[in-house]
């Protein structure tokens, strides 16, 4: 099984430490991302993905990790903590539950008006007004969205993401955080066939 896996991988990286693991793969997603925001000034071109939400290597932690890495605390960025999360300008975004009400607003190439945002919808933080106490963020189909602070638990950062929502998810590169007490080859597989429309596939087993 995991012959056949790694037969379709472009790489294939096995690691004894969970801190080894976790700086190898800022490492390369810094390195990643460095040529596509060159070209297309969009982080959101390169993901990592983990099999649960949970533990060192979870998607919680590793946001943590590659928020600090790719959009470090500031004096020229505002942001705001909500419960155990810092959001920054800057940061990349989910929307992790359907808003049916949630007013937005396109500006180009003519403005449109609307309503509804949903679970999945990826976007960028733009703006966080102390004064307002609303954080700005901008989708990737440019929807414009305003959130009052005490609407943040719609959201969560989405440098790292699970298995289950990497699906259908086109990116220019992906990572996946793979450990060997919290998963098993099948989620591997569903990781990389729901992803198979990335350019490149990196997976990386964590020995626990």
Excluded at 25 to 43: D, G, M, R
Excluded at 94 to 118: A, C, H, S
Aim: charged letters at 25%.
């Amino acid at each position: 099984m995991v012959n056949s896996i790694q037969n379709i991988l472009d790489h294939w990286a096995d690691f004894s430490s969970s801190g080894k693991f976790i700086s190898c793969i800022t490492i390369l997603i810094l390195k990643a991302i460095h040529p596509i925001l060159t070209i297309s000034h969009n982080t959101n071109a390169t993901t990592v993905i983990s099999p649960t939400k949970k533990g060192e290597l979870g998607t919680k932690e590793l946001n943590k990790s590659l928020q600090q890495a790719i959009n470090p605390e500031s004096e020229e960025k505002n942001e705001r903590k909500y419960i155990d999360s810092v959001f920054r300008e800057g940061d990349r975004i989910m929307q992790i539950k359907n808003n049916y009400d949630i007013y937005w607003e396109k500006r180009e190439p003519t403005l449109e008006m609307g309503k509804g945002v949903f679970n999945g919808e990826y976007g960028t933080i733009l703006n966080i007004d102390e004064v307002e106490k609303k954080v700005k963020i901008k989708f990737d189909d440019d929807k414009l969205v305003w959130y009052n602070f005490d609407e943040l638990e719609q959201i969560e950062h989405s440098y790292c993401i699970t298995v289950h929502k990497a699906q259908r998810k086109w990116v220019w590169c992906s990572y996946y955080a793979n450990c060997t007490s919290c998963t098993n080859a099948t989620y591997s597989y569903i990781t990389i066939h729901c992803n198979d429309k990335s350019k490149k596939i990196t997976y990386f087993n964590w020995k626990s």
